[in-house]
């Protein structure tokens, strides 16, 4: 992708010549699970650094497994969360999609189904997370918005056409779309949200996992959150 810069390792250290093992890696900040700062797409929004640890970073979670009810470039819209858990106002929000099965570190790897045609949430939901003062969303995809409302459109045109009819079909049918999540076939009846989100969400920090470093959700598909109370 244009603003990633590929790992490096420019130098390292031997026991033999410097006393021990090192190296030194040199990377984009965009790598791995981290947290997106809200200046990432709100410049006059606060830093890391200006987040407050106690405060900010950490408290009560609200976890939701969307996995059996999403799929390749589908919506997923406030009400199915909260049909799902309760979600308080000023929660942590950890949205399970099942995206991170295909990972490339992953049995059922499939970069292009983790980048580019995972779910991802409606306009309202966005302006859900606003009225219910989320402090942060995390996901265990490629993006918190879905992938045809970013730069990623730009990058994969096919997909981008192939997403357009996709979603205009299951929108005029209404129901009985099937999709593919790992090696199960499943059949998906939902409403019809329209596909426009998140940059509605500025001032809301987003924790996203690359399949690089930690996984967001165990190979059970369980979820730990340190620090963090979690229902």
């Known amino acids: 992708m ?38 990432h797409f709100y410049t006059p929004g606060k830093d890391i650094a200006s987040l407050d640890l106690n405060e900010f970073l950490t408290g009560p979670a609200a976890v939701v497994d969307l996995s ?85 459109r730009n990058w994969m045109p096919r997909q981008a ?11 005029a049918q209404g129901c009985d779309f099937a999709l593919e999540t790992g090696s199960q076939q499943q059949t998906k009846c939902a409403d019809q949200p329209q596909p426009h989100a998140a940059r509605e969400t500025a001032g809301i920090e987003v924790v996203h996992h690359y399949p690089f470093g930690v996984n967001l959700f165990a190979k059970d598909d369980s979820f730990g959150l340190a620090e963090a109370q979690v229902r």
């Open 161 to 171: 056409a192939e997403a357009d009819s996709q979603l205009l079909d299951f929108l």
């Open 2 to 39: 244009a603003d990633f810069h590929p790992t490096k390792t420019p130098a390292s250290s031997t026991i033999w010549a410097n006393g021990s093992n090192g190296q030194l890696l040199t990377h984009s900040n965009h790598l791995g699970t981290h947290l997106d700062g809200e200046i």
């Open 68 to 152: 059996d009810a999403t799929g390749d470039y589908q919506i997923y819209t406030a009400q199915m969360i909260e049909e799902r858990v309760e979600v308080r106002e000023g929660d942590i929000l950890i949205i399970h999609t099942g995206y991170h099965h295909f990972g490339w570190d992953q049995p059922y790897a499939n970069e292009i189904r983790y980048m580019v045609q995972h779910p991802g949430p409606d306009r309202e939901f966005a302006e859900w997370c606003k009225e219910k003062k989320i402090k942060w969303i995390g996901v265990d995809c490629g993006s918190a918005d879905h992938p045809m409302n970013t730069i990623i």
